[in-house]
């Protein structure tokens, strides 16, 4: 499975936009790049997911490189519930997901 | 919403028991997932099941055994548990079909084996 890398931890202000970085450089043309977080005392819940295109829904946005081997999601406005682990992940041609350590977010009030 | 529900949120059991983690969905899910999370080590896949009575070994399958008799329902059986099995264990279940459908998560279960 391809590997991800991301910073083990990020500190944000309430309200302010937070930029969350994944470098994959190993991706294979067919990988989803998925993002997941993982609030205190929870599994983990989907945030959002794409191939190539950016994209958006209601929690956040994903932006991707052109070529492909980063990407970023982004928290328009950072929330204190928005304090969580979060994890960029490569899926392949298998259903299953391998989760790295994440990044775990602070939202300082 | 997809719901995973965990039976147990906390389960204390004595070293050599026979251990049985149970998970049910209830969105016909084909595709249903064991994970074992660990400070420092993130979250780790026991075994993994695509259908009725199908099952994958995952990345740690040693000392598990899983069980899927029903589609919603996918057991996870630790046969003699150990105290580095302590762990919080997470199951998580997805449509088969297409490969980049997102995971639904249960709450964990909190395990300690004494």
């Known amino acids: 499975d391809a590997k991800t890398t991301q910073p083990n931890s990020m500190e944000s202000n309430e309200e302010e936009p937070v930029h969350l970085p994944c470098n994959h450089s190993?991706?294979?043309?067919?990988?989803?790049i998925h993002w997941y977080r993982q609030l205190p005392s929870q599994g983990p819940e989907y945030v959002i997911h794409g191939l190539t295109s950016n994209v958006n829904n209601r929690m956040a946005s994903l932006a991707i490189a052109e070529d492909r081997k980063s990407s970023t999601l982004i928290l328009h406005r950072a929330t204190l519930r928005d304090a969580a682990v979060y994890y960029c992940?490569?899926?392949?041609?298998?259903?299953?997901?391998?989760f790295g350590k994440g990044t775990k977010l602070t939202v300082n009030p | 919403d997809v719901k995973v529900t965990q039976s147990s949120r906390y389960l204390v059991k004595r070293t050599g028991e026979k251990v049985f983690l149970e998970c049910v969905q209830d969105?016909?899910?084909?595709?249903m997932f064991w994970y074992r999370q660990d400070p420092g080590l993130g979250l780790r896949l026991i075994y993994f099941?695509?259908?009725?009575?199908?099952?994958e070994k995952g990345d740690i399958p040693e000392g598990y055994s899983v069980s899927r008799e029903k589609k919603e329902r996918f057991s996870l059986i630790l046969e003699s548990a150990s105290t580095n099995q302590t762990s919080m264990y997470l199951c998580?279940?997805?449509?088969?079909?297409?490969?980049?459908?997102?995971?639904?998560f249960g709450n964990g279960t909190r395990l300690t084996v004494t």
């Open positions: 969105m016909d899910h084909e595709n």
């Open positions: 998580a279940s997805s449509p088969g079909g297409v490969n980049n459908s997102p995971l639904h």
């Open positions: 190993t991706i294979s043309g067919t990988d989803y």
């Open positions: 099941s695509y259908d009725v009575k199908m099952k």
């Open positions: 992940i490569l899926q392949g041609g298998s259903e299953k997901l391998v």
